[in-house]
């Protein structure tokens, strides 16, 4: 899978974040670049959930924004129907 961009407004800020998904011993990742200084890094587990990784005390809320997007384009490109950018 290819890097992709996720562009979306949580309580009132527009965040657009890269995600970088990659493989390691058979396991997905996705690593959220924030900015130069900030990214948080997921861990797709065996029961499909994210396990986040913040490099820094990101916020709860939107740790699971970028998740539950990750999650949406990760279905879509399941189903054939990538794109690269999502909002």
Known sequence: ?????????????????VVQPHESSGIE?????????????????GNGDLQPNA???????LV???A????QVVHVEDRGNGATSYL
């Not at 899978?1 to 974040?17: I, P, Q, R, S």
């Not at 900015?35 to 587990?45: F, P």
């Not at 539950?68 to 999650?71: A, L, V």
């Open 68 to 71: 539950t997007r990750i999650f």
């Open 29 to 45: 990742h996705y690593k959220a670049v924030l900015d130069e200084e900030h990214s948080i890094d997921y861990l797709l587990q």
């Open 55 to 61: 490099d820094y005390a990101a916020d709860p809320q």
């Open 64 to 66: 699971n924004a970028i």
């Open 1 to 17: 899978m290819k890097d992709f961009t996720l562009d979306f407004d949580l309580k009132g800020n527009n965040y657009v974040v």
